[in-house]
């Protein structure tokens, strides 16, 4: 027997089935890494400017298609989850603090104003681009698969964060180091589940396009490439962000359970 949909979810009002779910996320992901490829015909100043204009119209493309970026129809209260909430919050910000980002966004604004800027454009359209794909199309699209399924957020996060963390096994393709490459894939998912759960208890895409933005603000980030560090402190520092991303985001499904539970209880 079949459980119940869960019906709280923004996604199952639009109607939308699977198979244009996986459509939409398909021509998404084909358009959004075509931009990049296309922009490189054009100049160091106008490259950048144009690949954030396409991506604005693509993210507007998908708002109009999913008729939502939210998760819930109506955020339920936190409960108890709120302590959990304020706990990932001040590990995010820690996290933030041992990438040593501070120092990168003072030398992103110390830069020549055309560098600056070509840093700004291509962070703020990875920052979109990126989280309207894994927390937008992906997400929403296993929030289908796994709709009548109790933890269907908790399973909806994991998937669509592996998924978005192998996607930077095609830096392989571009001669990225094989070591480099993987500690992507992995911090990309540790990322990739902090941000779900960003998205989850804020209901809201633009926390998330933020703060992937922040991450991404760099002074190189238009030619960089990856450089393998010690596998030690990131297997360390990015296990405790998905395990803590984990927790929340088991706990908060938990909760909203039990009031769905509640509800169907009274009706």
């Avoid at 030398?107 to 927390?135: D, K, Y």
């Avoid at 709709?147 to 669509?160: A, G, M, P, R, T």
């Avoid at 926390?207 to 490439?225: A, E, G, R, T």
Wanted: proline share 3%; hydrophobic share 55%; aromatic share 14%.
């Amino acid at each position: 027997m079949k459980e119940k949909k869960n019906n709280y979810l923004a996604i199952n009002k639009t109607g939308l089935s699977i198979k244009w779910l996986t459509i939409a996320s398909l021509v998404y992901l084909l358009i959004y890494t075509e931009a990049g490829r296309i922009v490189t015909a054009f100049s160091e100043l106008w490259a950048p400017i144009l690949y954030l204009v396409i991506v604005c119209f693509l993210a507007l493309g998908v708002k109009i298609f999913y008729k939502t970026d939210r998760v819930f129809i109506k955020l339920p209260k936190e409960g108890k989850v709120k302590i959990l909430t304020i706990i990932f919050c001040i590990m995010l910000m820690a996290l933030y603090f041992l990438m040593n980002l501070i120092t990168s966004w003072v030398q992103v604004f110390n830069l020549m104003p055309e560098m600056m800027w070509s840093s700004i454009c291509v962070a703020l359209a990875a920052g979109i681009g990126e989280e309207f794909l894994c927390r937008v199309t992906l997400f929403n699209l296993f929030t289908k698969i796994f709709e009548n399924k109790q933890y269907v957020l908790l399973w909806s996060s994991i998937f669509s964060s592996v998924l978005f963390g192998l996607f930077h096994l095609i830096n392989l393709g571009h001669g990225a180091a094989i070591d480099a490459t993987f500690q992507q894939v992995y911090y990309a998912t540790a990322i990739g589940l902090a941000f779900s759960y960003l998205h989850i208890f804020t209901n809201r895409i633009w926390p998330c396009i933020l703060m992937h933005f922040l991450l991404d603000l760099q002074p190189n980030i238009v030619n960089m490439n990856a450089e393998a560090s010690p596998w030690g402190p990131i297997l360390i520092i990015f296990g405790i962000v998905i395990i803590v991303s984990i927790i929340c985001i088991y706990t908060f499904n938990k909760r909203i359970n039990k009031i769905e539970n509640e509800k169907r209880q009274i009706d």
